[in-house]
């Protein structure tokens, strides 16, 4: 599954505001632009809480430790135990802590797909009606807490996926370093010249599946229809948004994705100058600007990923502060005041300012003064949320083994999506009619 | 018959901390694990009743419609005609894995245990620098063979490309994939079974070496008369011992290969631990396999145990 | 011996027996042909660059900068530091790691050992009710797969409210080595002769003190290879160590250089340079029992 790192972006002041304003109206419980205005006995609250942050504990938890900080200030006897757990293990975790009734964190940072099975399985409070909701979200990040109609968590960070590209190896090969390709054809077109005149490779398609969402999108297809409880993976949207991407990579326009760690290697080769388009997310902007053979984050260009057939889409990703349904009853003001300050405009433009990560608040945007969160504004435009259901993660996996076959070993398209439908329909949302 | 009780009383005081441990944390979860693979429990129907609480505020709980349920021989069924998971090709996987494993395991460690139980100089170094992967956790080396045969950055394509050969994608066919796995496995558990043989040869008798080779047997034949069957005890244990741990061997394919490509070289042990842990979980599904992989051991154990009393091995 | 000794090859003739002693003869050298030597070694050498290069390549890569260690271009050395391995002592929780992960090992040693002795020597002087089951259950306990059993043994570690301590773990290993250990330490007690437990019990000994004081002194090779085995196990189990330990201090060093290699954005740099730190005690545990280890495995092996 996908994994988020410290990312960097920066604020374009009322661009990216205005346009996530656009699509994420406030949907919290108020409109006003608050922040941690809690209840009235602010400093009589007393308690401790054991937080289980998912973020890079070298690059980004020190920041969040600032804001606990501040946090204090406001609340000295509510005691925040900051804990840094790796981010692959802790869904694990989690459940095997929350199941067992022992050992669990009362605060954590979840990501957007695991928030909806958390709740399915009772193991997470629902935060209607209480403070912790008092603060004006993006609408599509908020979406990824709802669960039957009650929400179970706050928006923390968001961010989707991204066309990034090399501005000097574009020079070299005589493309406009500010006018990057905007459709598939046009990558193509590109890779090409990058090719000849540059030596270089031209993309690296990742063989994920979450990473060739962006081309099923790109056709109208998606891998689930919630309203109608179909499993639309393989339709025939989707087999020729696929193709687009296995073509790709036969006709050399993309590197042929290595079968073991492809992320890595592709991650490796950008960095090294070798290959001039990625199709990834915020969380490697820190890396790559830092990385002595790139040539610093000037050198990075990011767009929105190309366009298919019926226009462009990117899968949004991010993360939510949820509480643990077996936390003691007894700390659910200090919790609910914690999560409140955590997301509140000033803490998530704080976090964007230091890490360049894209906040969940609304109204954080205005506040926010990194260029790297100015970086992904056009790319956000595009993004369009998943189906937030509890079976929601389990549909990565053979979307994986199909990116591998597809890509890798250049297996026919359709026959490969049919499979991972039927692998839907046995393991994942049975109840799901196949097309 | 008062010494007898005696006996066994003190008998039974030496193994009971044992028995209690194994007991509760071994035989308590398999037999529990037994029960549950004829069931269809998962993390999401566990529980009996569904609650949702709210912040600070009312919790509202209702019977859960979906509750786990008896389905008989369901999950076997399932897993068997491949309807869930993909266990045909993952027992073919385990074992080609545990046969190449054990027999290079088996193979290289003779060898040089053989050599290795000639004095000569230098031995000792040999000796110490052969048996030192052993000391090497075995999810380190799992994470080293997997870059040394990094497709790209790895040290071996690395060295096919300076010698102008092309490079081998790995982890792109199954069998170079579960080749890589080997080789990893092989490296780690060469040095057990080469001590563990070259034990067995100082223990046979240098004098029977000697009257054979006066009386005209050739190398091999000493090798096939007298070294072979001395061997035998040491190498029906080890080997006994090694295939039973190989076919489990869940760090070495997790972590090289990870199943790639497109899970095709996943065993059984890695297939159940997806099960059990990717997703919501399947505590049945991941009881099913456990079931069957015991099963499989079972049956190889009593099968190899009859084979060899039929030898006149005592057990 | 007598099962080990195949229809008896002895010399058939006088002449023949005369031939064997003259052969025992100092001044009689057998020499190997210069061709077998030089075949002997260079088998040797190939073998022992096989064994050692891996662990030769983690050791240069623990020396190289993180942007060198995955380069298109492979060098042996490439700007030698030793940052990594600050960073790795200063900048993480390593150093606690190390010391939990001492800790349990150690007393998985102990109490492995004492359990394996003990249950081993039961096995192989008493013959008890229920002793053939316990063997077979020593076998079977290793057949059943770890991924299976880590949440059912949480769920227990939970309810004895063990979860995030050491003791979790070294019970928890426990189960894993004790079986093996077992199993081979009857072997070796097998191959003690049962005359000196007679004498002991002559001498007035109970089955205790003859463990204790006669049978036990006598057992040093095996219980080294039990030493050596337990400690391995402990110092370098990842899955329960993950599924048992919270807090990143309470870490033993599976789990925390683990952390290290997720599936994205893994730290190459810190993850060599921890593998050679874990690497080393055990190396180092491993020197000492090595010299038993031939002699412990041989004759735990020989009885099976």
């Known amino acids: ?435 | 018959m008062r010494k007898r009780f005696d006996k066994h009383w003190y008998a039974w005081a030496m193994v009971l901390p044992t028995v209690i441990v194994l007991g509760v944390l071994v035989f308590y979860p398999l037999v529990r694990g037994v029960a549950q693979s004829f069931t269809n429990l998962n993390e999401s129907n566990q529980r009996d009743e569904i609650c949702t609480k709210i912040l600070g505020g009312a919790e509202t709980c209702k019977p859960n419609p979906d509750a786990a349920q008896f389905v008989g021989l369901d999950n076997y069924v399932d897993v068997l005609t491949g309807a869930q998971g993909d266990f045909w090709l993952q027992l073919v996987n385990t074992l080609v894995w545990t046969v190449a494993c054990v027999v290079l395991h088996y193979g290289i460690g003779l060898g040089l245990a053989v050599m290795l139980n000639r004095d000569f100089r230098g031995r000792s170094f040999y000796r110490v620098a052969l048996i030192l992967p052993w000391a090497v956790p075995s999810f380190v080396a799992a994470f080293a063979w997997r870059f040394i045969f990094d497709e790209r950055f790895g040290v071996i394509n690395g060295a096919l490309r300076a010698i102008g050969l092309d490079p081998v994608s790995w982890f792109e066919q199954r069998w170079t994939s579960l080749f890589t796995a080997i080789v990893a496995n092989v490296w780690l558990g060469v040095p057990f079974m080469m001590v563990a043989l070259l034990g067995g040869l100082q223990s046979i008798n240098g004098d029977l070496y000697e009257a054979a080779e006066i009386d005209g047997a050739s190398p091999w034949q000493r090798f096939v008369n007298i070294t072979l069957p001395g061997l035998r005890p040491v190498s029906s244990t080890v080997i006994l011992l090694g295939t039973i741990w190989t076919f489990n061997m869940f760090p070495i394919i997790y972590f090289v290969t990870r199943g790639q490509p497109a899970g095709e070289t996943e065993i059984l042990v890695t297939g159940a631990y997806r099960a059990a842990f990717e997703g919501i979980r399947d505590y049945s599904l991941a009881a099913t396999y456990g079931v069957l992989i015991l099963s499989i051991l079972v049956v190889y154990a009593g099968v190899y145990k009859r084979v060899l009393a039929k030898q006149g091995e005592v057990f | 011996m007598g099962e080990l000794m195949p229809e008896a090859i002895q010399p058939a003739t006088i002449e023949g027996a005369q031939a064997l002693e003259r052969l025992r003869l100092p001044h009689v050298r057998r020499g190997r042909s210069t061709l077998a030597s030089v075949g002997l070694h260079a088998t040797l050498v190939v073998a022992t660059f096989c064994a050692l290069f891996p662990i030769a390549w983690v050791v240069l890569s623990s020396i190289k900068p993180a942007s060198e260690i995955r380069r298109s271009e492979i060098h042996v050395f490439a700007s030698p530091t030793l940052e990594n391995y600050r960073t790795l002592l200063t900048g993480t929780d390593f150093p606690y790691w190390f010391l939990n992960s001492v800790i349990v090992a150690a007393f998985t040693m102990v109490f492995g050992i004492a359990m394996s002795a003990t249950a081993g020597y039961a096995l192989s002087r008493f013959n008890f009710p229920g002793k053939r089951g316990l063997m077979w259950t020593f076998l079977l306990t290793q057949m059943f797969p770890v991924a299976i059993l880590i949440v059912p043994i949480y769920t227990i570690m939970a309810n004895l409210g063990l979860i995030d301590t050491k003791a979790s773990l070294v019970i928890a290993y426990l189960t894993v080595a004790v079986p093996f250990c077992a199993w081979m330490l009857r072997g070796y007690f097998d191959t003690i002769p049962r005359e000196l437990d007679e004498a002991a019990a002559l001498d007035g000994l109970g089955p205790y003190a003859t463990f204790w004081r006669v049978v036990l002194p006598l057992a040093r090779p095996g219980i080294a290879v039990t030493a050596f085995y337990t400690f391995l196990t402990a110092w370098a189990e990842v899955a329960y160590a993950i599924a048992f330990m919270q807090s990143s201090r309470n870490y033993t060093l599976g789990a925390g250089l683990q952390q290290f290699v997720p599936q994205f954005s893994p730290r190459w740099e810190l993850l060599t340079a921890g593998a050679v730190l874990v690497t080393l005690p055990a190396a180092l545990v491993f020197f000492f029992a090595q010299r038993h280890l031939v002699a412990g495995l041989t004759a735990g092996g020989t009885k099976g």
């Open chain 1, 1 to 435: 599954m996908r994994r988020f790192k410290a990312g960097s972006a920066g604020i374009a002041v009322a661009a990216l505001a205005l346009t996530l304003a656009a699509c994420g109206s406030d949907s919290g419980d108020s409109d006003s632009n608050t922040d941690n205005e809690a209840d009235s006995s602010s400093a009589d609250l007393s308690a401790e809480l054991t937080w289980w942050d998912t973020s890079d504990a070298t690059n980004e938890a020190p920041a969040y430790d600032k804001l606990i900080e501040k946090f204090n200030e406001k609340y000295p006897d509510v005691t925040i135990k900051h804990e840094t757990v790796p981010f692959d293990q802790t869904q694990n975790k989690f459940k095997t802590a929350a199941e067992s009734g022992s050992g669990a964190p009362d605060i954590l940072r979840a990501e957007v797909a695991w928030t909806p099975e958390f709740a399915s399985l009772g193991y997470l409070y629902a935060l209607d009606g209480t403070a912790a909701l008092d603060n004006n979200f993006l609408e599509t990040p908020l979406s990824s807490n709802v669960y039957e109609d009650k929400t179970y968590g706050v928006p923390q960070v968001t961010d989707t996926l991204g066309l990034m590209y090399n501005k000097a190896l574009f020079e070299k090969a005589g493309l406009d370093p500010e006018a990057p390709p905007t459709t598939w054809d046009e990558v193509r077109e590109a890779a090409k010249a990058l090719k000849s005149k540059a030596k270089v490779d031209g993309i690296y398609l990742n063989s994920g599946g979450y990473f060739l969402l962006p081309f099923m999108y790109g056709e109208g297809a998606d891998l689930v229809d919630v309203d109608s409880q179909t499993i639309t993976v393989n339709s025939p949207e989707a087999v020729t948004g696929i193709q687009t991407a296995q073509d790709m990579v036969k006709d050399g326009t993309s590197v042929k994705p290595t079968a073991n760690d492809p992320y890595g290697t592709m991650m490796t080769l950008f960095k090294e100058q070798k290959v001039a388009m990625i199709i990834n997310g915020p969380w490697e902007v820190a890396g790559i600007s830092d990385d002595p053979n790139f040539g610093g984050i000037d050198n990075l260009g990011v767009a929105p990923v190309p366009a298919g057939g019926a226009g462009q889409g990117s899968p949004v990703g991010g993360h939510n502060y949820v509480v643990y349904s077996g936390m003691d009853d007894k700390k659910a003001e200090a919790a609910a005041a914690f999560i409140a300050f955590m997301s509140s405009a000033e803490s998530e433009a704080f976090i964007a300012d230091e890490l360049g990560l894209l906040p969940g608040n609304a109204d954080s945007y205005d506040m926010v003064s990194n260029e790297r969160v100015a970086l992904w504004a056009d790319a956000m435009e595009v993004a369009q949320p998943r189906p937030w259901i509890p079976e929601g993660g389990q549909f990565f996996a053979p979307l994986d083994e199909m990116a591998t076959e597809v890509l890798i070993q250049g297996k026919p398209v359709q026959p490969a999506l049919d499979k991972v439908a039927d692998t839907y329909k046995s393991d994942a949302v049975p109840d799901y009619s196949l097309e």
